[in-house]
Antibody, heavy 121, light 110 residues
Framework: QVQLVQSGAEVKKPGASVKVSCKAS????????MHWVRQAPGQGLEWMGI????????TYAQRLQGRVTMTRDTSTSTVYMELNSLRSEDAAVYFC??????????????WGPGTMVTVAS | QSALTQPASVSGSPGQSITISCTGT?????????VSWYQQHPGKAPKVMIY???ERPSGVSYRFSASKSGNTASLTISGLQAEDEADYYC??????????FGTGTKVTVL
């Protein structure tokens, strides 16, 4: 069965960086794209970007360009999302999400449990 | 990329049908057959309910259906049940090869 295990909650100061991991299992890691989606407290979902685990290519949301980096380690089936120059508005739950595993091509099928990132001085 | 526009809230009585709209532009909703819908209960991760405008994943109730006309997509929940009370989000692929979510709709079962 598909499992996405994310790293634990983080508390960071404004201006710092955070790196969240997502370890995948139960499917062929390099065959399906992985997205990152975040949700600020009481707010809606925001798509952050996508990584092709096979080749490592990425596409990011324009508003996060220059601050976000998504990478992967095929040896451990893990994807990473690093966000720099943290601001208070970056406080959110960060989800890794697959697409295409259940045949849902341009949709998000399996979601990780989320990682809470708090930004506070 | 601006968020797709959804009504903030929709309500209905058990057994009734409700419809949630999702309005975008020709660069997202109107331009592709890649609109999806998600249900999110409090404190939980979202769950895909519809993909590719109107396709239901295995295991999703037939009470959920969806369509699209022009730049507006719609999700209909028929035979409303207490367990349908949740937040619902639409999402679309865009001309920038990115994705965008809707603003979200809180569904209340009266």
């Amino acid at each position: 069965q598909v499992q996405l295990v994310q790293s634990g909650a983080e508390v960071k100061k404004p201006g710092a960086s955070v790196k969240v991991s997502c370890k995948a299992s139960g499917y062929t890691f390099t065959s399906y794209y992985m997205h990152w989606v975040r949700q600020a407290p009481g707010q809606g979902l925001e798509w952050m970007g996508i990584i092709n685990p096979s080749v490592g290519s990425t596409t990011y949301a324009q508003r996060l360009q220059g601050r976000v980096t998504m990478t992967r380690d095929t040896s451990t089936s893990t994807v990473y999302m690093e966000l720099n120059s943290l601001r208070s508005e970056d406080a959110a739950v960060y989800f890794c999400v697959t697409s295409g595993i259940t045949g849902t091509t341009n949709a998000f099928d399996f979601w990780g449990p989320g990682t809470m990132v708090t930004v506070a001085s | 990329q601006s968020a797709l526009t959804q009504p903030a809230s929709v309500s209905g009585s058990p057994g009734q049908s409700i419809t949630i709209s999702c309005t975008g532009t020709s660069s997202d909703v109107g331009g592709y057959k890649y609109v999806s819908w998600y249900q999110q209960h409090p404190g939980k991760a979202p769950k895909v309910m519809i993909y590719d405008v109107s396709e239901r994943p295995s295991g999703v109730s037939y009470r959920f259906s969806a369509s699209k006309s022009g730049n507006t997509a719609s999700l209909t929940i028929s035979g409303l049940q207490a367990e349908d009370e949740a937040d619902y989000y639409c999402a679309s692929y865009t001309s920038s090869s990115t994705f965008v979510f809707g603003t979200g709709t809180k569904v209340t079962v009266l």
